[in-house]
């Protein structure tokens, strides 16, 4: 967890520890990565010194660990507020792997090997999900899933959690 804390001067300290979690879902084989990053805000209460937390964790799980060439892999991405502030302008950032195709489906401006997916806002405690459908292509092997998550509260941006997992390429099942 990435924790900064803005003092009254302005300044900035940063604290950081990382936290993983594995699970496996029942519905599809799934692989999930959770990383949660936090970002520190001066509260401007009748106890103007004291420190909220904003924080974003990001999941993603592939409908198939081991997709063969030619296949549609459905990758979902989800955002989830574990902090105590509303958030507003939530993204998603995710990169498309080389000679992956996108397929229609997903609500998301397409930059060249990138995908950026607006969330809209997020209550503590909610999470918003996206699914983006690829045609796996070559190359053969390990190919990593990354994505990354950002918000604000009013003009305060609020730095989100990078996260990536891993699928293996087949020539065909």
Known sequence: MNHRVVTASGTARWLASDAI???GGN???TFTVTMVAAAGLLCLAPDAGAVRAA???VTGQASHLRPAVGELEVVRWTVTNTGDRHLDHVRLD???PNGWTVREGADCAHAGA???CDLGQLDPG???SVDIPMVVHRPFGAVQLRAWAGGAIGRQNVPGPETSFEVVVV???
Do not use: D, E, F, K
């Open 21 to 23: 979690t594995l699970l």
């Open 27 to 29: 519905v599809m084989r």
């Open 55 to 57: 924080n974003l964790g």
């Open 94 to 96: 995710t990169s498309v």
């Open 114 to 116: 990138y995908l950026r």
């Open 126 to 128: 909610r999470h918003a």
């Open 171 to 173: 020539p065909r099942r």
